[in-house]
Structure formats: C-alpha cells, structure tokens
C-alpha cells in the first residue's frame, strides 16, 4: 500500500502555519448551494433584493463559505488518507461577507494536539482564518480533527 500523502497526527507540529491555494466564489457555487441546500434567501438569490440591502448585493451563503474553506485545507493535502474524523467547528464566526467574484484562501495554524493511543491517532486543533483577496478576514474559527498515527 502507498503511503497516504496526508500528515500523519506525529507530524503536526504545534505552531505550524499552512495556506491554501484561492479559490474564487461564483454565482453558480451559490446557485448550486442554494438548490443543495434549500436556503433560497434573497439575500443570496435576487440581484435586485440585494441592491437594498447594508452591503448593496448578493453575497455568498455563510456555510457555503465554511463548505469552500473545508475544501481548500483538505486540497493542501495534510489530511489525504490520515483523516480518521471531522470532530469539532468550534467559535465559527462570519466576520465579512463574501461576495461572488470574492477570491478567498484559507491560513491554518496548528493550535494544539492530544494523543489518543487507544484510537490509533490523536487530536489536532488547528486555528483557521478564510481570508479573501483583499486580505480581509472573512471568517474565522477552529477545527478539531483526529489524525492517524504513523503505522508501526
């Protein structure tokens, strides 16, 4: 079997900082995540709802948001194959709307990690920030994951 190309829970270092790539949010992510979804808020939806709005226009679902974030750490590859489970989203906060166009990356330190011997892994607190292309913190939050031990 090939080695996972994830980081195995001994390889996280506390302290440790890691960036996504950007990915930009479009009309159809919100189009599709209102249909997944079923929130059809106008302030997602309706251009012309939007315009009289606080922010003037249709931004982005908040979980839509935190849905993109997950997918840019896990692209970074640390969690491919070593992943054991998604535990905790802890003190989420939406800070920023995001908007379509908006180009957003997430930044991820790793805060904290706790050994679970009887599990084969452990715990891994890692602090993230969705940051978009203006460098404005859009969201922010930690997760907890648990991580496989390197293999004996």
Known sequence: MPRP????????ET????????RTVTEAD?????GL???YNQIHTDAEYSKNTPVGQRVAHGLL???IASGLAVQTGILEGTIITFREVNEWRFLNPIFIGDTIRVD?????????????????EIKLE?????????????????????PE
């Open 15 to 22: 302290g440790e900082r890691i960036v996504s790539a950007g």
């Open 108 to 124: 991820m330190e790793v805060m904290e990690k706790k050994s679970l011997r009887r599990i084969g892994g452990g715990l891994v």
């Open 65 to 67: 948001g935190l849905s």
């Open 30 to 34: 919100i189009v599709a995540y209102a």
């Open 37 to 39: 979804s079923g929130d």
């Open 130 to 150: 969705v940051i978009n292309q203006q460098s404005e913190v859009v969201q922010r939050g930690t997760w907890t994951v648990l991580v496989a031990s390197k």
């Open 5 to 12: 190309r994830g980081r195995y829970f001994e390889e996280f």
